[in-house]
């Protein structure tokens, strides 16, 4: 399939003519947003070349993109996507450091979940208000109340926030509240809801699904971009092996390869990945030293109160060992 990446500062009504010339010549087009790049789904009925489209004011380049994710993919954009999450950059050569509890239980826990978390030097502020959980009786989370705690404990410290959505009238919810939406790893290959993330303007972080392929990761990636939301930060969460001391098994390796794949930002949840205390660390350092661009961990003020993974949640205090030996790989890596 070829895709027309139009240049940074090409004009909405530029895409559209550019569009409406390749229709007028039967060609099937799909356009990602008003200003993005546009994919051509099948061809018309003169060769793409005789139509010189870099000749068209707005277009950048024409490339044709074998593999099945386009827009997510490197050959359509070759530098590193930095992704912008209030005043927080994801990506582009810096590690940015998101924390907070599993679920959101009560104002006081995520004040002080968020003032230990802002104190050692996270930037964004997590902490689930919809809950997946794999039982019924398990708790379910506080909702809309508990996404504007998370708010209120985001701005109380200056910290961004990241709150996961499970379905369309909870990212109506969280969308009003948050910064960034979150898409858990059950809900890789939900396609509804991918649509309905990539029809909103906010960034979102994209889980990878316990049971899936790289490719299939970056397809998920693609349903969002393709609905015109390029602002997508992939995920590394671990995933289901054999192995049964750990949570998951953290696949590594997907993170020098999904970087060299897709420009897209990837970070790794050290926490799902292993679910033990002991191995967070460790692997935050491990993936920063891969080329991840970040972490997101789970930090609770009291992890033995904690109503959601407080097995492997870390205390503000084992967080804070974290973060200093983040910093030295950190450095020795060249990030800011
Ligand atoms: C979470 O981050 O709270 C979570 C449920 O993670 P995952 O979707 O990776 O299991
Ligand atoms: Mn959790």
Request: aromatic share 4%; proline share 4%.
């Amino acid at each position: 399939m070829v895709v027309v990446v139009m240049a940074s500062g090409a004009s909405n009504k530029q895409v559209a003519e550019v569009g409406q010339m390749l229709e007028r010549h039967g060609f099937r087009l799909h356009r990602s947003g008003a200003s993005g790049p546009i994919v051509i789904r099948s061809s018309g009925n003169v060769a793409l070349a005789d139509l010189n489209l870099t000749g068209y004011p707005g277009v950048e380049r024409v490339v044709d993109v074998s593999v099945p994710y386009k827009l997510a993919s490197r050959t359509v954009r070759v530098e590193d996507t930095v992704v912008q999450v209030g005043d927080v950059s994801i990506g582009g050569g810096r590690t940015t450091v998101i924390a907070g509890p599993c679920a959101v239980e009560s104002r006081s826990q995520m004040m002080a979940a968020a003032r230990a978390v802002a104190d050692s030097g996270a930037v964004i502020l997590r902490g689930g208000a919809f809950k997946p959980r794999t039982s019924p009786y398990s708790f379910q989370g506080m909702e809309e109340e508990g996404v504007a705690l998370l708010a209120e404990a985001g701005r109380a410290y200056g910290l961004a926030t990241v709150t996961e959505v499970i379905n369309a009238s909870s990212l109506e919810i969280a969308a009003r509240y948050v910064d960034m939406l979150q898409v858990g790893s059950r809900n890789m290959q939900n396609f509804d809801l991918l649509r309905a993330v990539g029809q909103t303007a906010k960034p979102v972080l994209l889980k990878r699904g316990m049971s899936s392929t790289i490719e299939e990761w970056l397809m998920a990636a693609e349903y969002i971009m393709s609905e015109g939301n390029s602002n997508v930060v992939l995920c590394e969460r671990g995933i289901r092996t054999f192995e049964k001391m750990t949570r998951n098994t953290l696949d590594l390796s997907a993170v020098p390869l999904a970087k060299s794949l897709s420009h897209l930002p990837v970070i790794v949840d050290p926490s799902h990945a292993t679910g033990d205390p002991r191995l967070i660390a460790p692997m935050s350092r491990a993936a920063v030293a891969a080329g991840a661009d970040g972490i997101i961990v789970e930090v609770h003020p009291c992890p033995s109160e904690a109503l959601c993974d407080g097995k492997q949640s870390l205390t503000p205090e084992a967080f804070g060992e974290l973060m200093s030996g983040l910093e030295i790989i950190s450095r020795a890596m060249g990030r800011e």
